[in-house]
């Protein structure tokens, strides 16, 4: 992995659901197939899981409106028609919801990274805690409660974004986000959920894209807020000498720290300017006086990094508050990183053993166990090893023996770990996700295996998107006594 802050390789998301369809660009007068280009006077139902509304026309067909909410009556026009439902958006708003607003941001009909800006924060989170107890329903989970929301700031939160950069055939300049279900860039000049320090370099990197020589040879931008200050990493395509010049003369312009991925095939990484000792924050577990002190996470280009530093602060937070009676205990971290909840965990006394699959991760995490172990105990064991593989998993949990397992998969979740769990079960399972589909699927494989459900949370790690994210706690009564009965020794 070579990309500032990219996230470990997960599946692909469509962004929509449902069969395949042809999509036809809104307002093509030809060549549309039945339907296609109506406008229905609907009343919107309610939220699917994407945040689209949803209604159904009067011969009684499915529609799936993007931009509508809950109890709305618009018109709503056909962009596209499948066998056994339609996809539109809204041509006018005839009855609005109470909880509509206005969008924050001015790219909102365009850009396809925030789709719930029309509706209130509170109303976007309830729907997200709904989708995530619908999902589990689905399963036949049922959940102790309504989860318990972990939410910061709704705009200025993001600490890492993507740029693409296109320059086009008569030379004008894209540089932005994709559109919504398209390649196609969005020139982006301000972002409302960027950090400051990030969205303060928009509008000068569209400028300094424009001045080089060579535009073309510039894949893609990432930006990356750390305690070090801002980030830049440029996708050279080719060398170039005088714009290597021009990005250094921006770098201390800005104050960046300024790498580059040069070359086509293999790229290597290069740091422009002097090399940066990243690292970001999370919190320790309360010390004997009750407050709560910090580790330090050092990190480099490549390494999962969490786009919203201060709702992972609460993850971190609620995995202390939640997993009690960890002095002394055995516990596997799995998909470990380069020590999120490791340290926090061992910081609470755990004997943690960590594993990931990615070397140069697990590298770090053994450096960010010895650096903060000046200041807090931690006994940490760093692993590698494939998660995917039945054997690798099933000698871990024979080897480990672990009184907790902590999980936190990419989006293709983590099903050869949880069927391994539901034959050879141990006490608590706390599992963090970013998929709640994935998420419901592994969970219903532990359920199964004899696994309760104690609590739930949900994360808004992504205001004004319908994405989530979700913490839940797995309890094994048949195993629940040996954690108790746990000592130092095991």
Not at 245 to 263: C, I, P, V, Y
Not at 268 to 291: I, Y
Not at 341 to 347: D, E, M, Q, V
Request: charged content about 25%; hydrophobic content about 40%.
């Amino acid at each position: 992995m070579a990309m500032l802050g990219k996230r470990r390789p997960t599946r692909e998301r469509s962004g929509v659901s449902g069969l395949q369809g042809r999509q036809v660009p809104r307002g093509a007068p030809d060549d549309r197939g039945a339907g296609e280009g109506e406008s229905r006077g609907v009343t919107i139902e309610r939220l699917t899981h994407d945040g689209r509304g949803l209604a159904h026309d009067t011969a009684g067909k499915t529609l799936f409106v993007e931009g509508a909410l809950p109890g709305e009556r618009v018109e709503a026009a056909v962009h596209l028609t499948r066998k056994r439902y339609d996809e539109a958006h809204v041509r006018e708003l005839l009855e609005a919801s109470p909880e509509r607003v206005t969008p924050p941001c001015a790219h909102v009909d365009r850009c396809g990274g925030c789709d719930l800006q029309h509706l209130a924060v509170p109303a976007q989170r309830r729907h997200k805690q709904a989708v995530l107890v619908d999902l589990l329903a689905r399963q036949g989970i049922e959940t102790p409660g309504e989860p318990q929301l972990l939410a910061g700031a709704d705009q200025g939160y993001r600490r890492r974004a993507r740029l693409g950069v296109k320059v086009g055939a008569e030379g004008q300049l894209h540089l932005g986000f994709r559109a919504r279900h398209s390649h196609r860039l969005v020139d982006i000049d301000h972002c409302t959920i960027l950090m400051p320090a990030l969205d303060a370099l928009l509008a000068p990197l569209h400028r300094q894209v424009a001045s080089l020589d060579a535009p073309r040879q510039v894949g893609h931008l990432e930006l990356l807020d750390s305690d070090e200050g801002a980030v830049l990493l440029v996708r050279q395509l080719k060398e170039h000498a005088a714009d290597r010049a021009r990005w250094l003369t921006f770098a201390d312009e800005h104050r960046l720290h300024l790498a580059w991925l040069a070359g086509r095939e293999s790229p290597a990484l290069e740091w422009l300017t002097p090399t940066p000792a990243l690292s970001c924050r999370v919190p320790s577990a309360p010390g004997a006086s009750g407050a709560t002190g910090e580790l330090t996470l050092g990190f480099a280009p490549g390494d999962f990094l969490q786009a919203n530093a201060e709702v992972n602060r609460l993850l971190v937070t609620t995995a202390l508050t939640w997993l009690d009676g960890l002095e002394g205990a055995a516990l596997l971290d799995l998909f470990a990183g380069v020590g999120n909840f490791s340290l926090p965990l061992a910081s609470a006394g755990a004997r943690v053993t960590a594993v990931e699959g990615s070397a140069a991760m697990v590298e770090r995490l053994a450096d960010n166990a010895r650096a903060n172990s000046t200041e807090h105990h931690l006994a940490v064991t760093p692993r590698q090893a494939d998660l995917n593989d039945a054997a690798a998993v099933k000698a871990l949990l024979a080897e480990v023996a672990p009184d907790t397992l902590l999980l936190d998969p990419p989006r293709d979740g983590a099903a050869v770990v949880c069927a391994a769990l539901a034959v050879s079960p141990v006490p608590r399972v706390l599992y963090v996700s970013c998929d709640p589909a994935t998420l419901a699927r592994d969970a219903a494989r532990l359920v199964h295996g004899g696994y309760r459900l104690t609590r739930i949370a949900m994360a808004d790690m992504f205001a004004h998107t319908s994405h989530l994210e979700s913490m839940l706690l797995f309890e094994h009564p048949r195993t629940e006594q040996r954690r108790k009965g746990a000592t130092p020794d095991g």
